[in-house]
């Protein structure tokens, strides 16, 4: 972070476990909104034939395996570039 308090930097550097554990309830909520966003479709996971990423933290590994196990092992396209995608 730069200029965090009087000009002065702060850095840290953490593991993926850790990143993964701090993250924990957004990683969850990302399942409770796709699963909402299918439910107002009137659509269940099981009528969709492709899940395409897009978004910087589609590029996140953790999301992708709760996505891929929410769509019951679906592969996941991540051909198209996810930071262009939403454009």
């Known amino acids: 972070m730069d200029d965090l308090a009087d000009q002065e930097d702060f850095s840290e550097d953490i593991s993926r476990a850790k990143f993964e554990e701090i993250c924990f309830d957004l990683f ?46 679906k592969i996941l396209n991540t051909s198209i570039n996810p930071d262009e995608a939403v454009a």
């Open 28 to 73: 969850n909520s990302c399942i409770t909104k796709t699963d909402e966003a299918l439910k107002e479709s009137g659509l269940d996971k099981s009528q969709i034939d492709e899940v395409i990423l897009c978004g910087g933290s589609s590029k996140i590994p953790r999301i992708r395996k709760i996505l891929q196990d929410f769509f019951n092992g």
